[in-house]
């Protein structure tokens, strides 16, 4: 069974740091792209970043480029993402998804597109305080 499990959220101030981790099972991450995305109240859900673990390109939007970064531990079947200089328009439920053996061609121009993906964890909530 394919199974996401996001964690490491919670309640920082701005200017604060957290690393969130995507554990993944049932399948192994070296043939997979995963994907952060956010959704916050009354928004759409936007792409944060992808990883792709195959050929390890990664991509961000240009609202965290500079303060956030995907890294993965393909031993550990993780992935992390590590937030830095957070912002309160950062605040947003966080979720990672992983998208089966992609065309990392698709990936470098569709990664931040939902219907991409093909499994999703259950998210986690991310509050940044003023």
């Known amino acids: 069974e394919v199974q996401l499990v996001e964690s490491g959220g919670g309640l920082v101030q701005a200017g604060g740091s957290l690393r969130l981790s995507c554990a993944a099972s049932g399948f192994t991450f070296d043939d997979y792209a995963i994907g952060w995305f956010r959704q916050a109240p009354g928004k759409e859900r936007e792409g944060v970043s992808c990883?792709?673990?195959?050929?390890?390109?990664?991509y961000y939007a240009d609202s965290v480029k500079g303060r956030f970064t995907i890294s993965s531990d393909n031993a550990k079947n993780t992935v992390y993402l590590q937030m830095n200089s957070l912002k309160p328009e950062d605040t947003a439920v966080y979720y990672c998804a992983a998208d089966r053996s992609p065309n990392y061609i698709t990936i470098a121009t569709m990664w931040g597109i939902p219907y991409v993906y093909d499994y999703w964890g259950q998210g986690t909530q991310v509050t940044v305080s003023s």
């Open positions: 990883i792709s673990s195959s050929d390890g390109s990664t």
